[in-house]
Nanobody, 126 residues
Framework: EVHIVESGGGSVQTGGSLRLSCAAS????????IAWFRQAPGKEREAISC????????FYADSVKGRFTISRDNAKNTAYLQMTNLKPEDTAVYYC???????????????????WGQGTQVNVSS
């Protein structure tokens, strides 16, 4: 059975930092590109970062470039999103998703991702 569980969300003040984790099981994690999405109230879900399964382009949305860093540890079947200099507009539910092969092109072409987590809430206050 496939499981993706995000953790690490919480409430911080502007300028603070959080590290989100995405723990996966039940599928070949190392063969999947992993992406982070977020959805704020009243807004569409947006892709904010992606790390390919091996080679290929990574992805960062303009809104998070220079502040967020994605990484993965295939030995632990876990991906991370280090978020720094957080802003109120970063407030959202953050989701981790996996896409089988093809790297982060899946984000560019808005391809459907294969597996999703349940999300973790991030609140940034001013």
């Amino acid at each position: 059975e496939v499981h993706i569980v995000e953790s690490g969300g919480g409430s911080v003040q502007t300028g603070g930092s959080l590290r989100l984790s995405c723990a996966a099981s039940g599928f070949g994690f190392r063969n999947y590109a992993i992406a982070w999405f977020r959805q704020a109230p009243g807004k569409e879900r947006e892709a904010i970062s992606c790390i390919p399964e091996s080679y290929g382009n990574w992805f960062y949305a303009d809104s998070v470039k220079g502040r967020f860093t994605i990484s993965r540890d295939n030995a632990k079947n876990t991906a991370y999103l280090q978020m720094t200099n957080l802003k109120p507009e970063d407030t959202a539910v953050y989701y981790c998703a996996a896409h089988r092969s093809g790297g982060c092109v899946a984000v560019d072409v808005k391809a459907p991702f294969d597996y999703w987590g349940q999300g973790t809430q991030v609140n940034v206050s001013s």
